[in-house]
């Protein structure tokens, strides 16, 4: 029978002591991060949430009104009309960005395409521009009166091309979009297909597998995992759908209106109108609906590459 003694006192102080010091280093280590985070989030957020249960007043100020800016948003009609925009915008404009953006990667990955370091370079550097240059760019293509549109249908001797009428709008601005984040999109799916291990190629080799059926095989099931980032980060992106709407305004006024978008209208009403309340509980709203989308993708696509 064996017995087991503590360890002395002078021991388990200096464990402790240890330990403590361990966690002191960790903290030193995590520590700026966690107040940048709380500084340019956590309190934004806060104060966002804050302003949305008050509304300025004629009589008596700001005043504590509870809910009622939300059940007023719920009953807006432009806050809604711009989420249906921007939600029809997301579910066609995100499915053919990252469809081009898995067949770039797929090209530039695959061993028969001459430099593809170039073409690599090529597709990503419109990412590389800042976004308000590329939204200005495309603007002047756009113009009908005064770009690329309006010499050529200066050509044809008719206006055939008219990019900011309000049946083509929100095709102008997707084609903007996937235009500057198809290179980034290519670049993580790219990234992933590099990480596959050249055995299981040689497996498919050896199998008889030719270049569809490894991609079926093979690289689209490695890439799931990407794909479901991918398509997160591009539903917060389109429900975050400002630059491009808000810069091509002044050349489209009667075509985009100050709700457009949920952004914008949150901006508008802020900046423009000093509903300062009203468009932090816009910003809550959209907040959430943006949340709580992308957790069921993730989820759904956590579910699917576990099985």
């Given at each position: 029978?064996?017995?087991?003694?503590?360890?002395?006192?002078?021991?388990?102080?200096?464990?402790?002591?240890?330990?403590?010091?361990?966690?002191?280093?960790?903290?030193?280590?995590?520590?700026?991060?966690?107040?940048?985070?709380?500084?340019?989030?956590?309190?934004?957020?806060?104060?966002?949430?804050?302003?949305?249960?008050?509304?300025?007043?004629?009589?008596?100020?700001?005043?504590?009104?509870?809910?009622?800016?939300?059940?007023?948003?719920?009953?807006?009609?432009?806050?809604?009309?711009?989420?249906?925009?921007?939600?029809?915008?997301?579910?066609?404009?995100?499915?053919?960005?990252?469809?081009?953006?898995?067949?770039?990667a797929?090209?530039?990955?695959?061993?028969?395409?001459?430099?593809?370091?170039?073409?690599?370079?090529?597709?990503?550097?419109?990412?590389?521009?800042?976004?308000?240059?590329?939204?200005?760019?495309?603007?002047?293509?756009?113009?009908?009166?005064?770009?690329?549109?309006?010499?050529?249908?200066?050509?044809?001797?008719?206006?055939?091309?008219?990019?900011?009428?309000?049946?083509?709008?929100?095709?102008?601005?997707?084609?903007?979009?996937?235009?500057?984040?198809?290179?980034?999109?290519?670049?993580?799916?790219?990234?992933?297909?590099?990480t596959?291990?050249?055995?299981?190629?040689?497996?498919?080799?050896?199998?008889?597998?030719?270049?569809?059926?490894?991609?079926?095989?093979?690289?689209?099931?490695?890439?799931?995992?990407?794909?479901?980032?991918?398509?997160?980060?591009?539903?917060?992106?389109?429900?975050?759908?400002?630059?491009?709407?808000?810069?091509?305004?002044?050349?489209a006024?009667?075509?985009?209106?100050?709700?457009f978008?949920?952004?914008?209208?949150?901006?508008?009403l802020?900046?423009?109108?000093?509903?300062?309340?009203?468009?932090?509980?816009?910003?809550?709203?959209?907040?959430?609906?943006?949340?709580?989308?992308?957790y069921?993708?993730?989820?759904?696509?956590?579910?699917?590459?576990?099985?």
């Amino acid at each position: 029978m064996t017995t087991t003694t503590a360890p002395p006192p002078a021991v388990r102080t200096a464990r402790k002591r240890r330990r403590v010091s361990v966690e002191q280093r960790g903290w030193l280590f995590v520590g700026p991060f966690a107040i940048v985070f709380a500084l340019v989030f956590l309190a934004p957020l806060a104060y966002a949430l804050y302003l949305s249960f008050f509304r300025e007043q004629i009589v008596g100020g700001n005043a504590f009104v509870g809910f009622e800016n939300y059940l007023t948003a719920f009953a807006d009609p432009k806050l809604w009309d711009g989420f249906l925009r921007v939600l029809l915008f997301l579910l066609i404009q995100v499915p053919i960005m990252l469809v081009l953006a898995l067949a770039a990667a797929l090209a530039i990955d695959s061993a028969r395409l001459h430099a593809s370091g170039f073409y690599r370079i090529v597709i990503f550097l419109p990412y590389a521009v800042p976004a308000v240059v590329a939204v200005l760019m495309w603007g002047y293509i756009y113009g009908d009166q005064f770009g690329l549109a309006g010499n050529i249908n200066d050509l044809l001797g008719a206006q055939v091309l008219r990019p900011f009428l309000p049946e083509w709008m929100m095709v102008s601005i997707g084609n903007i979009v996937t235009w500057q984040f198809v290179g980034y999109n290519m670049l993580i799916f790219y990234s992933s297909l590099k990480t596959i291990p050249g055995e299981l190629y040689e497996a498919a080799s050896l199998d008889g597998a030719g270049a569809w059926r490894t991609i079926l095989s093979i690289k689209i099931p490695a890439l799931r995992g990407s794909i479901v980032i991918a398509t997160i980060f591009s539903i917060i992106g389109s429900f975050q759908l400002f630059n491009e709407p808000n810069i091509l305004k002044p050349l489209a006024p009667n075509t985009i209106t100050t709700f457009f978008t949920p952004n914008m209208y949150a901006y508008n009403l802020s900046f423009a109108g000093q509903q300062y309340n009203y468009a932090a509980t816009v910003a809550i709203i959209m907040g959430v609906i943006t949340a709580v989308i992308a957790y069921v993708v993730q989820l759904r696509g956590s579910r699917q590459e576990m099985r």
